[in-house]
């Protein structure tokens, strides 16, 4: 058995002070994440239980004060239909063997690198990959399916359309044509969300565009003066037009990374050609759902962001690290997912 508490390494290296190291990196690969779209839920088991609701607000009977029956038969406590999921478990593994330290010089010094600084590199290299894993879900969460890195589906019910009984709707920009209006496609859009949402509030709607898309929207005849003043403003003023180019009532933002998948081939975050649009500021449409880690310390515990602990190997030669984080991002309204097409 590998010795979990590791004495030889010291307490900093037991999980509580790697959880704690893991926690506190700053990691800038989580555009979305710091949007605060989704909003985080902390459980203490494995399965998440998200409740399909009818989005549409009910109005309220008004009765005279000190009436005992206050609430309708068909509250909103009645007909509870939930779907459930298990939280994705997302580990990194490594392995610091004698010869990565022994007579290894720390980067920019003359002198030798130590356990602790190995050990840090390593946890923010961990916590880069998770956490590009976690916006690729977030990302896959807002197309209304959670993708697995090799392009699976992660299982049936991660689907939320078919998970949630939801169509989703598609709107056909029709770019290539010159004569079409695109503030009107803005607004059939932005419509089309009011409506799946209901009485949830929004107060900004935003849409993620590939790079074809986005390139196609802006130099259209009736959307090219709008971003070349746009561009000019914002230059001006010394902003960045990467931050969103708002037009139609829409922030409209170029965002399609691609980054290496866990068999070394690139991974599209979106369709070329498309794009998807959603909106902000929802009460719990999006949610982040954390789970606790899979170990024994951390059982029927609630779930922290990021856990990281290490272990010494028997013969003394090498200590093994492993980086963790348990998190569902689910859209439980798909309908205000709204796809826009090239």
Same mark, same amino acid.
């Given at each position: 058995m590998p010795n979990i508490s590791n004495p030889s390494l010291g307490r900093e290296f037991e999980q509580i002070s790697l959880t704690k190291w893991i926690n506190q990196i700053d990691v800038q690969y989580d555009l979305i994440s710091r949007m605060g779209l989704f909003k985080p839920v902390r459980i203490n088991t494995t399965v998440a239980a998200v409740e399909k609701r009818d989005t549409q607000t009910q109005l309220v009977l008004a009765r005279p004060r000190d009436t005992k029956d206050q609430f309708l038969k068909q509250g909103i406590e009645t007909n509870r239909d939930l779907v459930y999921f298990e939280v994705p478990h997302i580990p990194v593994d490594d392995?610091?063997?004698?010869?990565?330290?022994?007579?290894?010089? #720390?980067? *920019?010094? +003359? =002198?030798? @690198?130590?356990?602790?600084?190995?050990?840090?590199?390593?946890?923010?290299? /961990?916590?880069? &990959?998770?956490?590009?894993?976690?916006?690729?879900?977030?990302?896959?969460?807002?197309?209304?399916?959670?993708?697995?890195?090799?392009?699976?589906?992660?299982?049936?019910?991660?689907?939320?359309?078919?998970?949630?009984?939801?169509?989703?709707?598609?709107?056909?920009?029709?770019?290539?044509?010159?004569?079409?209006?695109?503030?009107?496609?803005?607004?059939?859009?932005?419509?089309?969300?009011?409506? #799946?949402? *209901?009485? +949830? =509030?929004? @107060?900004?709607?935003?849409?993620?565009?590939?790079?074809?898309?986005?390139? /196609?929207?802006? &130099?259209?005849?009736?959307?090219?003066?709008?971003?070349?003043?746009?561009?000019?403003?914002?230059?001006?003023?010394?902003?960045?037009?990467?931050?969103g180019f708002k037009f139609g009532g829409i922030n409209w933002i170029s965002y399609n990374p691609v980054v290496k998948g866990p068999y070394g081939t690139n991974v599209d975050f979106l369709p070329e050609g498309e794009a998807i649009i959603f909106p902000e500021g929802t009460r719990n449409i999006f949610q982040n759902i954390i789970a606790p880690a899979h170990t024994m310390d951390t059982v029927n515990t609630i779930g922290l962001d990021f856990y990281a602990r290490s272990w010494s190997s028997l013969d003394g030669q090498k200590v093994h690290l492993r980086s963790e984080a348990n998190q569902f991002p689910v859209c439980a309204n798909p309908a205000v997912l709204i796809k826009a097409i090239l």
């Open positions: 392995v610091i063997q004698v010869s990565d330290l022994q007579n290894v010089r #720390a980067l *920019g010094t +003359d =002198r030798l @690198t130590t356990v602790r600084e190995l050990i840090q590199r390593r946890l923010t290299e /961990a916590k880069t &990959n998770i956490q590009q894993t976690i916006e690729y879900f977030q990302l896959g969460a807002l197309q209304g399916r959670l993708l697995n890195t090799d392009g699976s589906l992660l299982g049936p019910n991660y689907d939320f359309f078919n998970a949630f009984n939801v169509t989703q709707t598609e709107i056909q920009f029709k770019l290539g044509t010159a004569s079409t209006e695109t503030r009107k496609k803005c607004t059939e859009a932005t419509r089309a969300i009011d409506k #799946a949402a *209901g009485g +949830d =509030r929004v @107060t900004m709607y935003t849409a993620f565009a590939s790079d074809t898309f986005f390139d /196609a929207f802006v &130099n259209h005849p009736n959307t090219k003066n709008a971003y070349a003043n746009y561009q000019a403003a914002t230059e001006r003023l010394g902003g960045d037009v990467r931050t």
